[in-house]
């Protein structure tokens, strides 16, 4: 279409009226009077004729912007018709989720079956061979359609969302003990999910919204946590081993005695957190705010600290040997009892005591 234009915006520049024929000239009407005369040669009366432009490049355009507008207007009403069909078979697809799951578990009693495996009172009688076998194949089917369903709603944060609140809500991931490896929950809306325990190894939770959850001693290895929002979020003694954390939003988060080995937290926001006794050997803190954060008794040996915010940081009792500190602010930090390298200490106690601008 551009080619088209051009062509004739040549065409008409290298022609005489140029001017006139593009819209740029006048374009005004010519009138022209035309004497009568009679045998005798007088002019008895005159007859005036207006001719009228022609049309101009702007009158062609303005001709062809009707199509143009109309396939247009076509092409967005096709997109929303294709959009709503879309969600009305992603609707349909969650409900049938929903239903089947549920057959499933009032059919095959699970969840009793699940309560008396993994919690048992002293009335009741183990499992016997046949329901061991039932519960296991039951959860099995479930983490598939589960795992299945959560890649196909790829971009649907809302439906991820209903597919773990109904799970949630009918006890399944708590009393089965469904195993939630390598689920896609990217986006999703977990604010103060009771994941606690679960195992999430491996799972994406990339930009998740996890503010105020339960993942306690969650097993979260190796999972996708980056920009994710987990601010006062309870990841106690968790397992976050190799999880990428990288500027996620830790603000407040309790992380006591969780295992951060090798975990990436560069940029994260971990001011005021609870990092007492964890693990945080080799761990990437690149730039980290952890200001005012509670490092006491935490092993962050050849942890990459340089340009991270310590703060009035608590380092009591902290391991700090090999750590990389280059260009961190220390300024009013703890470092009673702290272990590093003799000759990193003076250094170190000078970092400290700098006075704050």
């Known amino acids: 279409m551009g080619l088209v234009l051009f062509t004739a915006l040549v065409i008409a520049i290298r022609a005489d009226n140029w001017a006139d024929w593009t819209g740029f000239g006048g374009g005004e009407s010519v009138t022209i009077s035309i004497p009568q005369k009679d045998a005798a040669g007088e002019i008895i009366a005159t007859e005036t004729i207006t001719e009228e432009p022609g049309k101009t490049l702007w009158d062609w355009l303005g001709l062809l912007g009707v199509p143009i507008t109309l396939a247009g ?16 078979e992603r609707e349909e697809i969650l409900q049938n989720y929903i239903d089947r799951l549920s057959t499933l578990l009032v059919d095959k009693n699970l969840l009793a079956l699940a309560v008396r495996k993994y919690a048992p009172q002293d009335d009741q009688e183990p499992l016997n061979r046949n329901e061991e076998e039932l519960l296991a194949a039951s959860v099995d089917v479930i983490r598939a359609r589960t795992l299945s369903i959560l890649r196909r709603f790829e971009g649907d944060a809302a439906r991820k969302t209903s597919v773990i609140q109904f799970l949630l809500e009918a006890e399944v991931i708590s009393k089965a003990r469904l195993n939630l490896r390598a689920a896609n929950l990217s986006g999703a809306n977990l604010i103060t999910a009771n994941l606690s325990e679960v195992s999430l190894k491996g799972a994406n939770f990339v930009r998740a919204d996890l503010r105020l959850a339960n993942l306690d001693e969650a097993q979260l290895s190796g999972a996708k946590l980056s920009e994710a929002q987990l601010v006062r979020a309870k990841l106690r003694g968790a397992d976050l081993c190799l999880a990428n954390l990288g500027e996620a939003d830790l603000r407040e988060a309790d992380l006591s005695e969780a295992d951060l080995r090798l975990a990436n937290l560069s940029e ?13 050997f080799r761990a990437k803190l690149r730039g980290a705010d952890l200001s005012e954060a509670n490092l006491s008794g935490a092993n962050l040996s050849e942890a990459d600290l340089s340009g991270a915010d310590l703060f009035r940081a608590d380092l009591s009792e902290a391991n700090l040997s090999g750590a990389d500190l280059s260009e961190a602010d220390l300024s009013g930090a703890n470092i009673q009892g702290v272990i590093i390298e003799p000759k990193k200490l003076a250094a170190l106690k000078e970092a400290v005591a700098k006075k704050l601008s």
Request: aromatic share 4%; proline share 0%.
């Open 73 to 88: 207007l076509g092409f967005l009403l096709q997109q929303q018709q294709q959009q709503r069909a879309a969600d009305e």
């Open 268 to 280: 994260a926001d971990l001011c005021l957190a609870n990092l007492s006794g964890a693990n945080l």
